[in-house]
């Protein structure tokens, strides 16, 4: 069968399609067809070697770790699925026509396997946060709220019954409103935006894009034990928490009962690309990551051709332009890569909202 492998870290063209084994699955796991595979950003930090702190690469390597489709075979003690299930869940190697998955559920009636491929992380993320934030009434605010894991968590947090403020640019604002969260900007002056559609005051705070902004969650919501970040590694020092995966603090399989217990749960696709094209699809993740460090850093100035970038919706441009010409720190373009294979086919997809917008003046 085919799977994206690489054989040395480095940048993106290192992945190539290869034939390989198919997948056997140990015991509590099950091998599925794969319909549908997200990328998320750990997938790039390993492929780099970011995460390999200077050691070469031992053996050829697999990627990713979202995936949906078909169960064909299933482990000993796997008991609640059985071949033919469409599944979603977190697995290994999941770029790939076969996948072994180690955490899943049934896809909901009515979904597409191929949206539910970006499912995984996202959602298990987003119910660990919440979990772990453990707040049952009230407003929070999502710093970084239109990625993935902040789709996911706008409507675990509203399906909770929480009031939730998330920060987006400006051409995301719309989107976020339609997951039922209330958007504000970014940047300088963010403690001052939040308050004034916040008298109600904040419960509880979730850093998820690293960019900065932990003092101001902290100072939104008065005790920095009510702050978590799952990007900015130095929140601790002021008191915030940091939540990884590893800390294995729930069960992903909670988290994805709980999206499937929301009626219309989604996660909003926005650009396909084929197995084959695994590596241009984490390039351009990898090019999104970039232009955030940079946004973080100051780095990036601000260019009239963004507003142009919201001008797809009328409502948004205008909502842009005003927005803009106060001076609000604004962004270039959310980057969500979402690898899909559908069911019928080797065609593979990938969700990015940047598809139409221009491009970055120096980025490939
Ligand atoms: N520790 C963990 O357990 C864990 C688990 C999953 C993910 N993560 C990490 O969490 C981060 C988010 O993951 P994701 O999958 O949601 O990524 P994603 O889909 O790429 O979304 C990132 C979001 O960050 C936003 N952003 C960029 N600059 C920002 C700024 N200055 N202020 C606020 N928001 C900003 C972007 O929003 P706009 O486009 O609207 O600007 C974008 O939607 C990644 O760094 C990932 O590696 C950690």
Known sequence: MKSVQFTSYGTPDVLTLTDV????????EIVIAVAGAGINQLDTKIRSGAMAQGAALASPSGTGFDAAGTVLETGSSVEDVHPG???????RNTLAEQAILTQWALIPDGVDPVEAGAWGVAVETANRLLTELGIDAGTIVLSGASGGVGSALIQLARGRGLRVIGTASVKNHIYLESLGAVAV???GGLVERVKAVAPEGIAGALDLSGAGVISDLIELVGDPAKVISISDFTAPKLGARVSTGAARTTNPRDGFAEARSLS??????ERR??????????????????????RRSGVVPFHLWTAAAEARSADAATTARSRLSRGHETAWCRVRAVLTHRL?????????????????????
């Open 21 to 28: 084994d198919t997948p056997t699955p140990g015991p509590g």
């Open 85 to 91: 299930d469409l599944v979603f869940g977190i697995g």
């Open 185 to 187: 900007a970014y940047g």
């Open 264 to 269: 219309g749960f989604s996660l909003h696709i």
């Open 273 to 294: 690309y084929t197995l084959a094209e695994a590596a241009a699809a984490q390039g351009r993740r990898d090019r999104s990551h970039r232009r955030q460090a940079r």
């Open 344 to 364: 019928s086919g080797n065609d593979y997809a990938l969700s990015d909202r940047e598809e139409t917008a221009p491009a970055i003046p120096g980025e490939a």
